[in-house]
Structures are given as structure tokens and as C-alpha cells.
């Protein structure tokens, strides 16, 4: 039954969604990191119902999404401190700097510098060149090896 009011003093219609309670069963499944349709699969939630509130409720959107992204937030803060190693008070290393998740993090953070992508396109996938002149593949073959042996290079490195 619908809530009764002056212009609908039967209370007749459909009983309006419980965005609060919906929010409290998806809360555990968004905190861990799945999208909002997955977690109300799980959460045993009407997609269908609640996706109208989501698309047209700033409220009730900026609650699912900050729960969702609090597992990103919590990823970015341990792979800082794994990259940063741990030091006591005096200044003795208890944990030393984890290169491979620095790698990793300008690999994410830094594309121009540090991805191991190669673009072979421009902005749009415009090639940057003319397939069919020899010179020009001869030339992106090299350089894609160089940067294989730089990448197996700074691989081996940091697993020692």
C-alpha cells in the first residue's frame, strides 16, 4: 500500500522502494568492490527498481558510489605504503621499498613514460604511418624489440 496523502487518500498504488534498506543490504557487496548491478544480484536487490533511484537521486547515486569505491581507496593507500617501505623511529628499514609495485603504478598512473603499451595508432586509431613501406615496419619492429629487452631487463632486476 502506498503512502496515504491529501491527493491520495486511499493510499492506493505501489508502496515506495526502501532506499535505506536497500542501501544496507548492498553496503557489504559495493565495499568489496562490485559494481552496483552485481552487487544487487548478490544482495538479492530489484536492479530494475532501484536503477530509476540511481539514475535520478544524487542522493541515494553518491551513497552507492562512495561505498563502491572504498575498496579503490584502501588499494591505493597499501600500494603507497608498499612503495614507500616502513622505516622505524630511529630510521632503520623494517621493509624495503617494493620496486615492482612502483613499476606497476607508473605503468598505471604515468602511460606516457612508464606503460609497456605501444601505440602503433594516433588519436582516434589513425595510423601513425603507412603499413606498406617497408622502412617504416622494419623500424617498429626494432623499436618494439628494444623496449621487449628494456622490459625483461628492469624484469629481472627487480626480482633479485
Do not use: H
Given at each position: 500500500m502506498?503512502?496515504?496523502?491529501?491527493?491520495?487518500?486511499?493510499?492506493?498504488?505501489?508502496?515506495?522502494?526502501?532506499?535505506?534498506?536497500?542501501?544496507?543490504?548492498?553496503?557489504?557487496?559495493?565495499?568489496?568492490?562490485?559494481?552496483?548491478?552485481?552487487?544487487?544480484?548478490?544482495?538479492?536487490?530489484?536492479?530494475?527498481?532501484?536503477?530509476?533511484?540511481?539514475?535520478?537521486?544524487?542522493?541515494?547515486?553518491?551513497?552507492?558510489?562512495?561505498?563502491?569505491?572504498?575498496?579503490?581507496?584502501?588499494?591505493?593507500?597499501?600500494?603507497?605504503?608498499?612503495?614507500?617501505?616502513?622505516?622505524?623511529?630511529?630510521?632503520?628499514?623494517?621493509?624495503?621499498?617494493?620496486v615492482?609495485?612502483?613499476?606497476?603504478?607508473?605503468?598505471?598512473?604515468?602511460?606516457?613514460?612508464?606503460?609497456?603499451?605501444?601505440?602503433?595508432?594516433?588519436?582516434?586509431?589513425?595510423?601513425?604511418?603507412?603499413?606498406?613501406?617497408?622502412?617504416?615496419?622494419?623500424?617498429?619492429?626494432?623499436?618494439?624489440?628494444?623496449?621487449?629487452?628494456?622490459?625483461d631487463?628492469?624484469?629481472?632486476?627487480?626480482?633479485?
Amino acid at each position: 500500500m502506498a503512502k496515504v496523502t491529501k491527493t491520495n487518500p486511499q493510499g492506493a498504488g505501489r508502496t515506495p522502494a526502501d532506499i535505506q534498506d536497500a542501501i544496507r543490504k548492498l553496503k557489504p557487496f559495493l565495499q568489496v568492490g562490485y559494481s552496483f548491478w552485481k552487487a544487487c544480484q548478490i544482495a538479492n536487490v530489484p536492479y530494475t527498481t532501484y536503477i530509476y533511484y540511481y539514475n535520478n537521486d544524487d542522493d541515494f547515486r553518491s551513497e552507492i558510489e562512495y561505498e563502491r569505491t572504498k575498496v579503490n581507496i584502501i588499494a591505493r593507500q597499501n600500494i603507497i605504503k608498499s612503495i614507500q617501505g616502513a622505516t622505524d623511529k630511529d630510521g632503520k628499514v623494517l621493509k624495503e621499498p617494493d620496486v615492482k609495485n612502483s613499476f606497476e603504478w607508473l605503468d598505471r598512473m604515468e602511460k606516457d613514460e612508464f606503460s609497456k603499451r605501444v601505440e602503433l595508432t594516433g588519436p582516434q586509431g589513425i595510423p601513425l604511418f603507412n603499413e606498406d613501406n617497408p622502412k617504416v615496419l622494419e623500424t617498429v619492429l626494432k623499436t618494439y624489440d628494444a623496449i621487449k629487452k628494456w622490459k625483461d631487463d628492469v624484469s629481472d632486476n627487480t626480482s633479485e
